[in-house]
């Protein structure tokens, strides 16, 4: 039998994944567990439902309660668009006994729940990657982007982080223009030589998510007046608004005052960054309304996992 005063809401992406055991009465979270990315596109089913379970095995251990089927659960994960990812996932979720009742969709519809005033308007992901989603009052959704890095991930830190390295090598072979970025990232490998940016990439040692690590250092040098940082960091940006607005578009939403919720590490950290891109929305033809900065989306699926309970 489920706990009937227990729901669990998990949160997985590119990056890392986490999972809250709350109180179904109060939303008060009793436990929390983190765990490795569960995107079952980027890194596989085996490996994402091995960091689905060690999150929610955590978040038991951190409320020192025992595990158990809960009253509701709720499930944010990137790259379950598709009906067969979210077959894997229900798959699991039955295997475990996760929950009585559950609901699995996209992370970027967390954001609604945590970051907007009423549950609706336009969520923006910008982190290791990207993907923009709008949703109505009634629930009418549609997205943009959430392309993957090889197809898209505009505005993202990946791409912010993978032009630098693009724009390095360019200068290194004298045929772009000079840039800070090359000496900052030959400082960041720890080498003179260039040609070294092959292997680390190549073999495997700078992965997507370090190159991702890199936007910071992108973002210092636009601030301190590089000219190929500030075109990237600003070309990113504008295509970040770009998606956000297709977003708003596809969903027929008013563009006129739209609630917008933000998360992911670029997104969050980078004030600049995140007025550029609302810069660039209005350029669009979209005007934001309140914006919400979402540092913890998880937040959203408990609210989610205790609607459940109420329908």
């Avoid at 809250?20 to 890194?43: C, F, H, K, M, Y």
């Avoid at 089927?69 to 996932?89: N, Q, R, S, Y």
């Avoid at 629930?139 to 090889?150: E, F, I, S, V």
Wanted: hydrophobic share 50%; charged share 20%; net charge negative.
């Amino acid at each position: 039998m489920a706990e009937p005063q227990l729901i669990i809401g998990i949160d997985g992406g590119a990056s890392h994944t986490a999972a809250v055991l709350a109180d179904a009465r109060t939303g008060a979270a009793l436990g929390r567990g983190e765990a490795g990315p569960s995107n079952i596109q980027a890194v596989g089913v085996t490996a994402a439902l091995r960091e689905l379970n060690t999150a929610v095995a955590g978040a038991f251990r951190s409320a020192k309660v025992a595990r158990a089927p809960v009253a509701a659960a709720a499930l944010g994960l990137a790259g379950v668009d598709k009906a067969e990812g979210l077959d894997v996932i229900r798959g699991w979720a039955d295997l475990v006994q996760l929950a009585d009742k559950i609901t699995i969709a996209n992370d970027a519809t967390l954001l609604f729940a945590a970051g907007t005033p009423d549950g609706w308007g336009l969520a923006v992901i910008a982190g290791t990657g990207s993907i923009a989603l709008a949703q109505d009052a009634h629930g009418k959704d549609a997205r943009a982007g959430g392309w993957g890095y090889l197809l898209g991930d505009e505005g993202s830190a990946f791409r912010v982080g993978l032009l630098a390295l693009r724009a390095a090598c360019r200068a290194a072979d004298g045929v772009g223009e000079p840039t800070a970025l090359l000496p900052a990232l030959l400082q960041k490998l720890g080498t003179p030589d260039a040609r070294e940016f092959i292997p680390a990439v190549y073999r495997g040692t700078w992965d997507k998510a370090f190159i991702a690590g890199l936007a910071p250092l992108v973002l210092s040098a636009a601030a301190s007046g590089d000219a190929t940082a500030t075109a990237i960091v600003e070309q990113e940006a504008r295509e970040l608004a770009r998606t956000a607005a297709g977003a708003v578009a596809n969903c027929g939403l008013s563009r006129d005052g739209v609630p917008v919720a933000l998360a992911g590490g670029l997104a969050l950290e980078s004030a600049p960054y995140r007025e550029r891109f609302l810069h660039e929305l209005r350029a669009c033809g979209v005007t934001p309304g309140p914006v919400g900065l979402v540092d913890d989306p998880v937040v959203g699926a408990v609210v989610l996992a205790r609607r459940l309970l109420t329908k």
